[in-house]
């Protein structure tokens, strides 16, 4: 299956340079998006985006995961321009606060309570590898031990102790990070095909030779996204949490981007019917791109001492309003029935691609599809892919180990026709009649 190289013929057309000058001159070189999408953006509603050229495209990016109610979603804006418009607070710290007593009840109601999870949250502020960070120095502080379990194919941040839990040698490199205390362990899916990583790990930790000791924490994402769109099934949920709590070992569930509905459930662990001991949410926890991190935890993991774990935006108040009103879509039977539509939509084109048999694999759950364009020059394949999309108006990332994978992250509430739009670019980037 050939990735169509034909032109655009849309009649849209490209940006001046002058238009990109002032980035180029006074913004680093570490700069990544605006290279893969040329366009200087204005405005966005919903599932599009508009650039200041007229041109318009359809988002399946969704700010990596951030905008899982797509832009400006007219509910929740409501309530951010209520908020400010009314000279609500607009930093706190971790001070008493209306707008985090109004989402602390807001999620308690509608997320924790629904599900039987009994957590305390630690709000850690701004992204979420602070989550990660703190979540890990509280494994570490609760049970007195040092080292941690990650897997091949995670991605977990960019700050020092989330990258010494990311798979990627690069990222890795790049933030000059080591392996110490950190014991590496197959996924129970990846490019080399499925791995008993469970009964790695029992060989591990009951072998007194083994060169492991006892660790702190395993952490682990319900569904690899960066890794290649990887979800792990329930069982192999289930054996890990049976195996943690045997071992006296707490399971951290990086929620990040898999979460906030992302898998056509709020927390993409549900399926497997487990309860972690600790739970990391951030990008779409606001509903709105406004940062925001929690750590959530079993109450009896609460060993922090006043103070011990601070930083400055850990108290971002308008991403508190967004993330109550966020909450109460959840509540809506409408919200319901249209993710239960798209869901329905991206499974039947998954089902199409998957009948063609021809070079691609599909993988993901609910409203995340990565398009697997295989080894080789599966890379290449994805890249031009990608930029055959951008070129007819639509946006996706890639990710996996080389960029093989066209990864699709559509907002949860997009427009039917919106939605169908873009999975035709996509059948025409491949060709597919």
């Not at 990086?254 to 600790?278: K, L, M, Y």
Request: proline letters at 4%; a negative charge; one cysteine or more.
């Amino acid at each position: 299956m050939d990735i169509a190289e034909d032109t655009p013929t849309t009649g849209q057309k490209s940006l001046p340079e002058p238009e990109f000058k002032i980035f180029e001159d006074l913004e680093s070189e570490v700069r990544l998006y605006c290279r893969k999408f040329p366009a200087v953006f204005e405005r966005a509603k919903d599932a599009e985006l508009f650039a200041e050229d007229g041109r318009t495209f359809i988002d399946f990016f969704c700010g990596a995961g951030t905008l899982n109610y797509g832009h400006n979603n007219d509910f929740i804006k409501a309530r951010v321009a209520g908020y400010l418009a009314a000279d609500g607070l607009a930093h706190g710290l971790d001070m008493y606060t209306v707008a985090k007593r109004d989402f602390l009840t807001a999620f308690a109601d509608t997320v924790l309570r629904p599900r039987g999870l009994d957590y305390k949250a630690q709000f850690t502020g701004p992204t979420g590898t602070d989550a990660v960070e703190a979540a890990l120095k509280l494994a570490r502080k609760q049970t007195g031990r040092s080292g941690l379990v990650a897997f091949t194919g995670a991605y977990h941040g960019m700050s020092r102790g989330s990258l010494a839990v990311t798979g990627s040698r690069r990222a890795r490199r790049a933030g000059g990070v080591t392996g110490q205390d950190v014991t590496f362990v197959p996924y129970e899916d990846g490019p080399q095909g499925g791995f008993d990583s469970i009964g790695y790990l029992e060989r591990l930790l009951t072998d007194s030779s083994s060169g492991v000791d006892l660790p702190a924490a395993v952490i682990v994402e319900p569904m690899q996204m960066e890794g290649g769109v990887y979800p792990a099934s329930a069982g192999w949920l289930r054996a890990l949490r049976e195996l943690t709590e045997r071992h006296g070992i707490l399971l951290i569930l990086d929620e990040i981007q898999a979460g906030c509905g992302r898998s056509g459930r709020f927390f993409c662990f549900e399926h497997a019917g487990i309860t972690p001991d600790v739970v990391t949410l951030s990008k779409s926890l606001s509903g709105y791109g406004l940062p925001l991190s929690m750590v959530l935890f079993k109450r009896e993991l609460d060993v922090w001492e006043p103070g011990e774990h601070t930083g400055t935006f850990r108290g971002n108040q308008l991403a508190f309003v967004a993330a109550t009103a966020a909450c109460e879509l959840w509540r809506q039977d409408a919200f319901h029935t249209q993710l239960a539509a798209s869901i329905g939509r991206l499974d039947r084109f998954r089902a199409e691609l998957d009948a063609l048999g021809r070079g691609l694999v599909t993988r993901g759950s609910g409203m995340a599809l990565g398009i697997d364009l295989g080894s080789g020059a599966g890379p290449l394949r994805a890249e031009r892919l990608q930029q055959y999309a951008f070129e007819h108006g639509l946006i996706v990332e890639l990710c996996g180990r080389r960029d093989e994978v066209v990864k699709l992250l559509p907002p949860l509430t997009i427009d039917p026709a919106v939605l169908d739009r873009g999975l035709d670019v996509l059948r025409q980037g491949l060709r597919i009649d």
